[in-house]
């Protein structure tokens, strides 16, 4: 399969995009580490999957992503690393006034600073394997949203690492970013559970994309693992919009 | 080429890292448009010395503060605003220190996300009662590396590129305060910093050369050129633009040569 004799990292996996794409790394092949900030979580994302797919080829780390020392104590755990998905993020909304110190900080850490942490504390072995890292954007990366300065900040400097990365890292690693656009996660459900008509924020995202849908999880995995694939060999600096066209087209 | 003259009097800017390079250009030329200049720099020697050098009087604010602490950004906001104004804020600041991925520490790293993205979000925070007001302009000083990368230089594209990415997320936010933001994306500039570098490099005219080269018009901007372009982004010339990132880069991010 694909990823047969493969060791994929995925960062904020217990849930949401992470889990998906986690699930679809076992099943084609793949040797996976899972990872989410509470041990308890990640225990039961590694007892879930591991039943799913009847495989002992999962195992699971927890770390807080907001501390660096937490995350190199994550990186030395790891053994060997062909593929690394930084995929743990972190969605608070607020207006530019409303925004506090730590909101932004929080933001930017757990966002960019810890992809950038384990890249470079992975490094050694991403190269060991001429490996991949997949960094989990967002449509927010290159769109602007209201009450959102800190996360489009925090999206758009992940492109900035992924290009700087992959300029400076070729032809040894390839680094690409992947931008869900809304997708049908905790996350999302969260943001709209703050909004006063669920159903018409759930409408308003849909909204912004051609497609006029949310994606379900298992759909950013397979644009994800695409970007991951050993057969995409050419792909380096990428920036891939899995986001429904949102990026391409705006509807009137 | 005849030169675009505007008249910012009655206007107040806060010009950030304006000790030097770009953003003492932009003080300039922003104060020879009559606009009342705050000029920020990290220290106030720096900020009285690039005073000085404008010619001192009324017109000029020294507003010293460490945009790399949590609150130096309001603090220069502050000192700006002392008379009550803000129409114009210009994110100058930043650090561009080259290093290797593997030599990149926390310290590097934070200095350069703190200063280029984190206080450009803090001052405009700040600022933002008195734009709304003024119905006001922001310029976020990005860079071509907001928008492409080069090796070595990880930190600073990182937080070049965020800026950008911020840029649009206050257009859109402040859109419908009449408040208008926009990044502009310059290539490499012949500053003091540079002149610095290349004299550093021991082989100053080969330095130059390779810059001279990366840029398809064949040449390094001239800071004032920028800064004159700085003038026309808050002008009623650019009233329709807001969360444009906008090249200005001698053809850098255009092509290949």
Redesign the interface.
Known sequence: MEFDGKTILVTGSTRGIGTAAAALFLERGGSVVLHGRRQADVDAAVARLSAAHSSDRVRGLSADLSDRKACRGLATSIDGLDILVNCGGIFREAAIAETSLALWDETIAVNLTAAWVLSQALLPKLRATRGTIVNVGSDAALLGYAGCAAYCASKGALVGLTRALATELAPEVRVLCLCPGPTETDMMRASIGTAPDEEKARQQWASYTLLNRVAAPTEIAESILLAASPRATYLTGSVIMADGGATAGKRV | MAEVTFDYGGRVALVTGAGRGLGFAIAKALFKAGATVAVNDRTAESCAAAIARLGGGPGLIAAPADLAT?NGPANAVAQATAGGRLDFLINNAAVNVER???A?D?AH?DLH?NVI??AS??T??AA?PYLRQSRGCIVNIASE??L???????AY??????????????????APTGIRANALCPGTMDTELMQECARDSGDPASYYAAFNRYHPIGRLATPDEIAAFVLCLLSSAAGYMT?AAVTIDGGSTAGRQ
């Open positions: 949590g290797p991925v593997t990149t926390d790293w996300l993205l984190r979000f803090l405009a925070q933002l590396l907001g492409h990368a080069i090796a070595n230089n990880v594209i990182s937080a070049k590129h965020g800026l950008v990415a911020m840029t649009k997320a206050m257009a859109i936010e402040l969360g």
